[in-house]
């Protein structure tokens, strides 16, 4: 797969999960956005990348010491489980 369109539909999956699942507006969401701005705190963000594991049929690569603080965080998350 070409890694433009797989970016962007990476990126896409995560905008409609995180407005889908937790009501936040598309256009506040950009890959700076921090996730407890966006009003996602430790365990919505976990629901959240579950998910996207689930939607995208992935396997995040999850460390317990580890939280994703930004949009872009969970993106390199998803690109990394490809």
Known sequence: MDMIPELYSII??????MNRNFDVPLEYITPDSELTELGLDDRSSEVMLMNIESRLKVTLPVDGDYTPRTVGDVITMIKSSK
């Not at 896409?12 to 999960?17: F, N, P, V, W």
């Open 12 to 17: 896409a999956d995560t905008h409609k999960t």
